[in-house]
């Protein structure tokens, strides 16, 4: 069941947020690139943002690429989309990119500095082509400016594109 088939009045599913490898040392790994904020307080302030728009957010990371993708299985049917910032695994992993098929949900990716403009390496991403939206470089901003997103997708209050 997905937000946009549940019954009127009913409860949405909640987001599932998802983050990968080395995204627990946000706070502390390379300030100059991304930041100050810890991975709490992303979670913290992406919770709130869900919460204020009628959905409850379910949040997990790990360093182990099939923790990331058991998670990902176990979502089909219990949520109403991901939001994922995969770190390092957005530009090597077909796996990732093959699992997120799976729950048949929609998918905004997030990174927090402007992959883009980083080495060559970033520029290629398997989650995008898949995903309804991708945010990079606007800090952890873009954290909740994915829920926000999100939130308006699942409500059918915002772009389909």
């Known amino acids: 069941m ?6 009127p009045g009913a409860e949405p599913l909640p ?16 300030p100059h690139v991304y930041g100050s904020t810890t991975l709490t307080q992303i979670v913290e302030s992406a919770e709130r943002r ?17 923790q990331l993708i058991d998670w990902i299985h176990e979502a089909r049917g219990q949520v ?11 530009h090597t992993s077909v796996a990732l990119a093959d ?3 799976v729950p ?3 998918i905004v990716e997030v990174h927090i ?11 290629h ?16 901003a873009g954290y909740d400016y994915a829920v926000q997103f999100l939130t308006e997708h699942l409500s059918g209050q915002g772009s389909r594109a």
Do not use: C, M
């Open 113 to 123: 500095s402007n992959v883009a403009k980083r080495e060559s390496f970033r520029h």
């Open 99 to 101: 699992a997120l098929l």
């Open 125 to 140: 991403s398997y989650v995008s082509p898949i995903a309804v939206g991708t945010i990079t470089g606007l800090g952890v």
């Open 104 to 106: 048949e949900v929609p």
């Open 15 to 30: 987001i599932l947020l998802l983050n990968g490898p080395n995204l627990n040392t946000l706070g502390v790994r390379q």
């Open 50 to 66: 869900a919460a204020e728009r009628g959905f409850g957010l379910r949040s997990a990371q790990t360093n182990h690429e099939g």
């Open 80 to 90: 109403s989309g991901i939001i994922i910032n995969p770190g390092g695994w957005t």
């Open 2 to 7: 997905t937000a946009d088939s549940a019954a």
